[in-house]
């Protein structure tokens, strides 16, 4: 139920495996197979950073706080599992996403004012009022069949942040890749205490300059993660890197002392006896959606989601 | 596309007026894509209420609309109760003018909760701009259960009826509190009872989540409960809601099963402006039955926002001759032991009164009389009804309370335990020679799609501040 997550419909009813969310993709797309073929669109995850970005531009607007854009992104992705994206507005399901989101976060937000602040901001993409926007929020809370109560990884976060000792650093890395995984499938995939643990995991072995780059990010968290699963629950660790520390400089001091945080946290995951396979493969979605961002065009996306829009008269009412 | 929202059915000669625009725009629907559903031009329901359910009489109306009986038409089993929703109107028409958040609330909290004690949701229908929301049928509520008590000859609620109610009520308040939902409106009339004898909490429309992390229960709110239910702290001020603002209703409910009457009947002083009022009279026929607060029951007292104003309250009078308790001070500083001594035993006076009073008129052959519910049913009466918000018993530490023998928890509800002196029954109507009346249900507005009353949401609500304000007048 709303506080706990294994009763949530959140886990009854929208959490889906890999497979079952390909299917789903794959019969709406085939039931509107000549839209899809008129209207090329970028691939979902350029899609999810286009949106991603112009539900901020009007959470700023309207000074909205981060749960309830983090919401509202769950919002979009569940309405477009049942939707296809090609027969809506989606600056328009952008908004109504955002003004229930904030209601159901106990930050509304009046609904003319929604209006006026979308209407500034997408002004050839969208004629707004506010029976058109109340609308859509009927046809969103039917698709999502009333099932509005999100669980979020940040509450997760937050209570493990002293647990686990993390530097201010690392919280906040944690959080902006919390952050960031709205803009994958993985909300729809995994358990938000999955996601919370596999973001903090990242935020310890993730370093943007490290020689290697990104095979290196995922190896050291790949390696965490195999040590976890390899101990016993109960079994200490075996291996210590910290006999030899006389004598060395003051990077690889900090060097050590990080890998001894990774540890004990591999060894916290193996006493808790999380899901280390899915931890693995969230590490994957996420690595993967950080270098499919390095090819993101925006100029592109955009104009490939407004041609629908136009084409279609979509801006109108 | 506007074409498949019956145009306005609901609005009587609105929907002359509105026919030229219905018209223009069944033209331009004629070239729309009909696939193109929500994001443009008409929403459409893919279920239908009236495909689904047969609406037999209507039950009630309330602020926020209508809650009607029905049958399913596609042969499911059981009544359903209908709550709908009405839909606002911009001058004569329906309009869409985006849901209220109290509405939001109770569709996302009745959509998640599931248990015995708990109304079951069955689904949510929007459709025609109104929002619909099928539930389980419950035969009785609360109110309506007391009501028929107090009807010539006046009898007591038997005993055992009394513990199966409160059982089950605090059993679906643990499971609300264990959930982070505060419910905030308890009351006899939201409490439902189906006619094998389970008690349902019901009406979430209150109700709120109160884990929130960024964000404590502060905000917006002032007025929350109905006021004869509604805990001290709140009468002084706080705007902190704790879970311990539904246990107080729950004492006040279980004073009200034993009395046949609401135990603090007070006026509510109205909004004037903007400034919140004090509730002066509600406090007062609280401290008539509880005496008056202090810090040293209550420690925290003197940082209510309104505790200057307690001092303005007359304490209860004592009949002479009934109580050793001298004279009462006229200010709460003085005197304070004697008056903490005093508070504990005014409600006992009252109880013990209540238990064996005149109303009871029942037959040592009928269902029995309620002075077996003995001290314990006092010790929980004063547990619930504890001024101090801390030290009120929480739900789950009510179920444990030797008052229901120590059953403890649901799994002692209708299991017969040898160690425990009694079973609490899950049929809070077991071993009843007579039924109670079954609900009324009316004819003469069934048509769920046509009924119209002027606006009638749920308004001046505390948290629905965002409304635009004219809408405060509409209650
Ligand atoms: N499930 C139900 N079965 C039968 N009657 C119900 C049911 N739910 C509500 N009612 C009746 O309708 C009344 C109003 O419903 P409620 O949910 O309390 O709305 P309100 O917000 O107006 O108080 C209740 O007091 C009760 O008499
Ligand atoms: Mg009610």
Redesign the pocket.
Known sequence: MAANFWESTQRRHWQFSKDELAQMRENLEESEQSLVQMFPLPQRRHLNIYFNQQLGRLGKRLGVRQQALATAQTYLKRFYCTVEIRRTNPYLVIATALYLACKMEECPQHIRLVVSEARTLWPDSLTLDISRLGECEFYMISEMHSQLIIHQPYRTLTSLQSDLFLSQDEANLALSIINDHYMTDLPLLYPPHIIALTAILLALVLRPNSPGGTATNMAAATAALMQAQAQAPGRTSSSNSSQNSVGVSDKERQQEARLNKVQRYAGFLTESNVDIEGMVDCTQELISFYECHEQYNDKITREQINRFVKARGLDKP | MSLTNPPSAASGPASVSARPQTLKRSVQAAFEDPNDRGAKGGYQSKVKVMDKYRVVGF??S???GR?Y?AHGRQGQPGDF?I?KFKPDKEGEQIQYTGISQSAIREMALCSELRHDNV?RLIEIILEDKCIFMV????EH?L?QIIHHHTQQPRHNIPPTTVKSIMFQLLNGCQYLHTNWVLHRDLKP??I?VTSSGQVKI??L?LARLFNKPLHSLFSGDKVVVTIWYRAPELLLGSRHYTPAIDLWAVGCIFAELLSLRPIFKGEEAKMDKKTVPFQRNQMQKIVEIMGLPNKERWPLLTSMPEYSNLSTLTPPILHPGHHHHPHHPHHPHHHKSSSAAASTSYLERWYSSTINGHTSTSSPASNGSLTSLGTEGYRLLAGLLEYDPEKRLTAAQALHHPFFGGAGSASGMGMGNASSAERISGNCFEGLKTAYPT?RVSQDDNDIRTSSLPGTK?SGLPDDSLRPVKRVKDA
């Open positions: 039950i009630s309330g602020t926020y809650v009986k109760a709550k109304i539930f389980e049928y419950a509520d109110l009339a939201n439902m019901g009406d429309g609900r749920r």
